[in-house]
Each structure stands twice: as structure tokens, then as C-alpha cells.
């Protein structure tokens, strides 16, 4: 794949993760910004400080929340671009289409799912100010480790196909990244800062909006990205073809 393939599918990525982004917001201000309303009343209800607020909740809510999640958005789709550029071929005989999927499948539970599993998302009120550092570092710790275990695991299952089958492969490979997350999660200090008195229901509410979220991200980004790559590389595979010809001709 040469380097105009690639800043082709680079900026159809970034492209396909504008259009997911768009949907996400949807889906944030619809599901998730109801939870928050919700949280920062619970705080304003059991707090007896009052603070001026900086950016009015109404801003928040619209521009800021637009603004985050299409940057966020645009910078995924970057980067699960050049991923993709990557693992075309390496993951098995997958057409552009499946592996933009199945790329996309595997960031939803790789980024995603798996660090959530061991520190949930959770809305304003929830946390104590003085541990937000530790807090951060720890899940992107556990990010990290997620996304080298998912492609340890992804190398394994290649390793293991020629002897075991493509099958036995990847569920020898797929119990070996659930066994090495477990050791992480049982390594890594929990994190429960949720007060006694917060409704469980609304921390469940928000948490399922915030996992709906990112399965519209991500799911929207595999359909819009897997077609647009489809429509590139042909092109890009007959142009080649074409330039080889004329050489062989000449």
C-alpha cells in the first residue's frame, strides 16, 4: 500500500469518524445529557458551596458536548485509518469492508469495553476531586493494556493457525486475552468512590447511555469507513494494475 493509498483512506477515515461523530452526538444528547442533568442536581441538592459557573450548563451542553465529541470523533477515525492500513491482509482474507468492521469491533472492546468493565464511566457528583489524577492514570493504564493484549492476542491467533486451524486458533487466542485481562483486573487497584446516598438507577442509566454511545461510534464508523475504503482501493488496485502493464508493454 503506497503513500497516496494511504492518505486516501486517512482522510476517509477522518471523514467516516466526522459522520460517526454526528451520530454519537445524537445519541449523547439524547441519551447521556439527561443522566448528567440529572447527576448535577443530585450535587447542587448535597453541596453547601455554591460555585459561579465558568461555561453555563446550556453551553456545555450543546456547543462543548458538539465540539467534544466530533473532534474525538475525527481523531478516532484518524487513527483507526492508519490501523486499518495496517492489519488489511494480515488478519485473514477479509475484503476492505469486513476488516473496517471487525477493526472497529475490536477498538469498541479493546479501547473501550474492557477498560470500562474495571472503572465504569461516571456522571458529575460521582468521584472525589483529589483523586481525578490517580483515577485517569489508571484507566488509561488499563486502556493500554487492553490494546497491547488484544494484539498480542491477535499475533498469537496467526501464530497458532498453521497447527491448530484457523478455528481452535482463535479461541486459543481469545481465552488468552480474557485470562491475561483478568490478571489485570485483578492487579489493579479498584476505584469506588460512588456516595451511599447516590441513586442507583440514575449510575446505571448513565453508565448503559455512555456504553450506547460508543457502540453508535463505532459501529457507524465501521459501516461509513468499511464502504468508502471499498471504493478506494479497487481504484487504487486497477491504477497499479494499469501502471504495471504499461511497464511490461514498454
Known sequence: MNSVTIRALLVRGMLAGLAAGVLALVAAFLLGEPQVDAAIAFEEAHSHEHEM???SRGLQSTAGLATGVLVYGVALGGIAALAFCFALGRIGRFGARATAVLLSGAALLAVYLVPFLKYPANPPSVGDPDTIGTRTTLY????LLSVLLAVAATILGRRLAPTLGNWNATVAAGAAFVVAVGLAYAFLPAVNEVPADFSATLLWQF????????????TAFGLVFGHLAERVLPARQEAAAAERAAAAAS
Request: aromatic letters at 10%; hydrophobic letters at 80%; glycine letters at 0%.
Open 207 to 218: 453508565r448503559l447511555s455512555a456504553i450506547a454511545i460508543q457502540l453508535v461510534l463505532w
Open 140 to 143: 488509561f493504564l488499563m486502556m
Open 53 to 55: 459557573e465558568v461555561v
